[in-house]
């Protein structure tokens, strides 16, 4: 196993619904929550059981924030089948046991002053980690942050707190801007073009990352994205997250890339869409 990951029996600290659906998991696990950076995740078996034979395979999910000092570590799940339902049933002092932390990060473009980060749905939590490591580091931050429905928004009070202007989407409109978080961008570029030093950081459901890769292109902004395929050993071993890269980026060994070893971030443009 690569250095710097770890597998570890992880004490679970709290695990309480933020939002319809949506629950907040906060793990004790030091070291996980020393190393890790953001864009990165952990591989989680979903139930406290050890010997547990269902649901079988691990599940990934995007850190959302770490505390060092205290040795833990949280994420955001949204309830969707068999894994998320189990996590959903797992209460404080119960332990999981939890693998990272895993894959690649997000980083710095050479000239960068504003980030804007692009959200859709579970797609945001990730993006609030590295936006608040990015205002730490004195960068201008932006945040779109996109869901369907109110119900379903998390982590806006985060956002604010962390004094990154947020700005909301919902496609029904029962809170901020009416229609997709790619629509309010380029709503807000027409009014105001971004300036040099502008890139965008993208994480959400595939048909929101390539509308944004594309308004990327338009406005010739470097970007990242964070894919959150559907994957199962997250060691790059069962080839079962993998993406088809594009243009310099691909070379003959690696015009296939695994999402949960060389990603999960990608330049944006390296990745093909379907
Ligand atoms: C790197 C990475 C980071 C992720 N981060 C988060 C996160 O922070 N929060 C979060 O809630 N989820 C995240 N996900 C997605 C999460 O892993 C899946 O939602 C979870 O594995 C579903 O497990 P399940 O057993 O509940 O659902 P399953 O029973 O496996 O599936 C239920 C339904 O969800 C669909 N589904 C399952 N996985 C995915 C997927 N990856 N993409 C699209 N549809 C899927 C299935 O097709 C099915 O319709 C991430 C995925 C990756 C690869």
């Given at each position: 196993m690569e250095m710097g990951i770890v597998q570890r029996r992880s004490r679970v600290v709290s695990n309480r619904a933020i939002a319809r659906d949506h629950f907040q998991l906060s793990l004790y696990a030091p070291e996980i929550s020393k190393k890790t950076r953001p864009g990165q995740f952990v591989h989680i078996?979903?139930?406290?059981?050890?010997?547990?034979?269902?649901?079988?395979l691990r599940r990934p999910f995007s850190i959302y924030d770490a505390d060092p000092k205290r040795g833990t570590f949280d994420l955001i799940y949204k309830v969707v089948g068999t894994g998320t339902e189990s996590l959903r049933d797992v209460v404080a002092g119960q332990e999981l046991d939890v693998l990272g932390p895993l894959g690649t990060q997000f980083t710095v473009p050479s000239g960068l002053k504003r980030a804007i980060l692009v959200g859709g749905g579970v797609g945001i939590p990730p993006l609030y980690f590295w936006g608040k490591d990015l205002k730490r580091r004195k960068f201008i931050v932006d945040a779109f942050l996109g869901v369907?429905?109110?119900?379903?928004?998390?982590?806006a009070d985060a956002f604010q707190k962390a004094k990154i202007t947020t700005h909301i989407s919902t496609d029904d409109g029962s809170?901020?801007?009416?229609?997709f978080v790619t629509e309010a961008i380029e709503q807000q570029f027409r009014r105001h073009p971004p300036t040099p030093g502008t890139a965008l950081y993208i994480c959400g459901p595939t048909p929101m990352m390539k509308a944004a890769t594309k308004l990327a292109e338009r406005w010739s902004l470097p970007a990242q994205v964070s894919l959150e395929e559907r994957m199962g050993?997250?060691?790059?071993?069962?080839?079962?997250?993998i993406v088809e890269i594009a243009g310099p980026h691909a070379t003959a060994h690696k015009k296939y890339q695994r999402v949960c070893t060389e990603g999960p971030?990608?330049?944006?443009?390296?990745v093909v869409w379907r």
């Open positions: 078996r979903c139930t406290p059981e050890q010997d547990a034979t269902f649901p079988l369907q429905t109110k119900d379903y928004l998390i982590c809170v901020g801007f009416r229609g050993c997250a060691m790059g071993v069962c080839m079962g997250c971030v990608f330049p944006a443009e390296a």
